[in-house]
């Protein structure tokens, strides 16, 4: 399979705890993004690297959130002292370079906050 | 600022007959537009796009949408409705004149269609 990839798919945990969630982008993609998902809504763009330079972030990424993409491949999104309110799915993201870009989505990890 | 509207939370239609999901967007610069479907527990899946040319657009599994500048709308099409098509589908707009790459998604339309 050579499309995006999300690891892990699911994530229980309690509140207070840090998480750290990881995305490997289709290889040859060097834009990644990400997004969280809550029920019942549509995606919300959190952040966005090219390489492995972060050139974008949402009012979103709290002080608790942060996002790296050290060698320009894989990206990691931490999230510290979780509150219950970060529970959603976080999308993952990857495009080619181009002005034209489409972004290809992966399955998600869906963050349960107890 | 960008902005996606899909005015109905769901869509019902018969097998074997056309389906329209409507969007509506505003930007203010030139829209790129997007339709994606998502499947439960699963990500988003990527239909088709407009950045300019023909105002109807062509994508995957027989979808269609129909770009409308003037009505500042993006409505997906399909000519005869699958059961396979019940999904949740998004609309999402950027403005190729900000350079920023963010993509902003409206709430969403569940497509249901009966057998």
């Known amino acids: 399979d050579t499309g995006v990839s999300q690891n892990p798919r699911h994530k229980i945990t309690k509140r207070g705890q840090n998480v750290t969630f990881r995305c490997d982008p289709i290889s040859e993609h060097n834009r990644l993004y990400w997004y969280r998902q809550t029920l019942g809504q549509g995606p919300e763009f959190l952040t966005y690297?090219?390489?492995?330079?972060?050139?974008?972030k949402s009012r979103l990424l709290s002080d608790r959130f942060s996002a790296e993409r050290p060698k320009g491949s894989f990206s990691t999104l931490e999230i510290q002292r979780t509150e219950q309110g970060d529970s959603a799915m976080y999308l993952c993201?990857?495009?080619?370079?181009?002005?034209?870009?489409?972004?290809?989505f992966g399955p998600g990890t869906r963050l349960t906050v107890l | 600022a960008q902005s996606v509207a899909q005015p109905e939370d769901q869509v019902n239609v018969a097998e074997g007959n056309p389906l329209t999901v409507k969007c509506t967007y505003s930007?203010?610069?030139?829209?790129?537009l997007f339709w994606y479907v998502q499947y439960p527990n699963r990500g988003l899946q990527f239909l088709l796009k407009?950045?300019?040319?023909?105002?109807l657009v062509k994508g995957s599994y027989g979808f269609e949408a129909e770009f409308n500048k003037s009505q500042t709308s993006f409505h997906l099409k399909k000519p005869s409705a699958l059961v396979s098509d019940s999904a949740l589908y998004f609309c999402?707009?950027?403005?190729?004149?900000?350079?920023?790459?963010?993509?902003?998604f409206g709430s969403g339309t569940r497509l249901q269609v009966q057998p």
């Open positions: 999402a707009v950027r403005d190729l004149d900000t350079g920023r790459r963010a993509l902003t």
């Open positions: 930007v203010s610069g030139n829209p790129y």
């Open positions: 690297f090219q390489n492995e330079a972060q050139l974008e």
């Open positions: 407009y950045i300019t040319g023909d105002n």
């Open positions: 993201a990857s495009s080619p370079s181009s002005s034209t870009d489409t972004q290809y």
